[in-house]
């Protein structure tokens, strides 16, 4: 589609953009957000630079792409919401319910390790992800890490061999959130106590067509714990040979993140992404916000009953 005031930079050969010309400092018309949608088609993520959004802002922003997710289900299961009353942003900053940053030795720093490995919003529940509005509020220092990594799972699929296609075809994937979470933090003792196989897993397919764009995608995420009639052993196996595949330096680029009101919007449905660690970790505040949009798509639910059950804390 081509746009008639809005502006796309590549950033990676073959996917991810930097976009020019929303006026963020008013309600953004329904063409301008149609346009935006347009180039998440084609590029995956967008970056916007000084966005500038408040709160309530994004909030309605991001109400502009689709029905937003919320938490309020992890309010109700007793996490404090710093961001309070906007249920439907997602605090995934290093501060703890009292803003202060949260210490590496603690247990909710353990828990938020699983971030740093390539995966896709909400694959774990019932309902996906499809878009998410990640923005910077308060930045630490430059130069200290905490950049987000992104890899194009279409283009990764596309490179695959036509046996591996054939094979992968038709498999179904248990994503759970526990299993992420053990893989980043094998030495937690909270997390070696925990068994993925006595938590609720979401079913997806492996192998889908990317509805915006008509290409295929590889669904896949380190939330990715075994496939449907296979042995864990031997799905982990598939699993991350895929992964690999997929997170090679060919199909991945990061944006490092350089203005408090910074905002990168990407389709879980087509790319995976990922937190970069860093010297910030523990001393500075990194203080991002993500609104998040439920997938819309026929294959939303993928093989999931349609509850508003939700896997663990966000």
């Known amino acids: 589609m081509a746009s008639s005031h809005l502006a796309f930079e590549p950033l990676h050969p073959t996917f991810g953009a930097e976009c020019t010309g929303v006026d963020f400092s008013r309600a953004v018309p329904a063409e301008t957000v149609e346009e935006v949608r347009a180039g998440l088609a084609k590029y995956g993520v967008l970056v916007f630079r000084h966005a500038q959004l408040d709160d309530a802002r994004h909030v309605a922003f991001?109400?502009?792409?689709?029905?937003?997710?919320?938490?309020t289900p992890y309010i109700k299961a007793g996490r404090k919401h710093r961001l309070a009353p906007y249920t439907e942003l997602?605090?995934?900053?290093?501060?703890?319910?009292d803003g202060n940053v949260v210490k590496t030795d603690s247990l909710r720093f353990q828990l938020?390790?699983?971030?740093?490995?390539?995966?896709?919003?909400?694959?774990?529940?019932p309902r996906r992800?499809?878009?998410s509005i990640l923005r910077a509020?308060?930045?630490?220092?430059?130069?200290?890490?905490?950049?987000?990594?992104?890899?194009?799972?279409?283009?990764?699929?596309?490179?695959l061999d036509e046996a591996t296609k054939n094979e992968i075809k038709d498999y179904?994937?248990?994503?759970?959130?526990?299993?992420?979470?053990?893989?980043?933090?094998?030495?937690?003792?909270?997390?070696?106590?925990?068994?993925?196989?006595?938590?609720?897993?979401?079913?997806?397919?492996?192998?889908?067509?990317?509805?915006?764009?008509?290409?295929?995608?590889?669904?896949?995420?380190?939330?990715?714990?075994?496939?449907?009639?296979?042995?864990?052993?031997?799905?982990?196996?598939?699993?991350?040979?895929?992964?690999?595949?997929?997170?090679?330096?060919?199909?991945?680029?990061?944006?490092d993140w350089e203005n408090n009101g910074d905002i990168i919007i990407w389709d879980n449905t087509c790319v995976m992404h990922k937190a970069c660690r860093g010297s910030f970790e523990g001393k500075y505040v990194r203080d991002m916000r993500r609104a998040t949009v439920h997938d819309g798509s026929s294959t939303a639910w993928g093989l999931n009953e349609?509850?508003?059950?939700?896997?663990?804390?966000?």
């Not at 991001?62 to 938490?71: I, K, W």
């Not at 997602?90 to 319910?97: H, I, M, T």
């Not at 938020?112 to 529940?125: I, K």
């Open 129 to 131: 992800a499809g878009y």
């Open 172 to 255: 179904v994937v248990n994503h759970s959130l526990w299993h992420s979470r053990r893989l980043a933090a094998p030495d937690c003792e909270f997390l070696k106590g925990m068994k993925p196989e006595d938590h609720f897993m979401a079913r997806h397919a492996l192998v889908q067509r990317h509805e915006p764009s008509g290409r295929m995608n590889l669904y896949i995420a380190h939330h990715a714990h075994h496939i449907d009639g296979q042995p864990v052993e031997q799905s982990q196996d598939i699993i991350e040979k895929l992964l690999s595949h997929a997170t090679q330096d060919k199909y991945t680029f990061a944006v």
């Open 90 to 97: 997602f605090d995934v900053s290093n501060l703890d319910d």
């Open 137 to 159: 509020h308060e930045l630490p220092p430059k130069d200290t890490g905490g950049a987000t990594a992104f890899a194009d799972t279409r283009t990764a699929y596309d490179d």
């Open 306 to 314: 349609r509850t508003s059950f939700r896997a663990g804390m966000p």
């Open 62 to 71: 991001a109400g502009q792409f689709g029905e937003l997710d919320d938490s």
């Open 112 to 125: 938020g390790l699983g971030n740093g490995l390539f995966h896709v919003d909400s694959a774990f529940n």
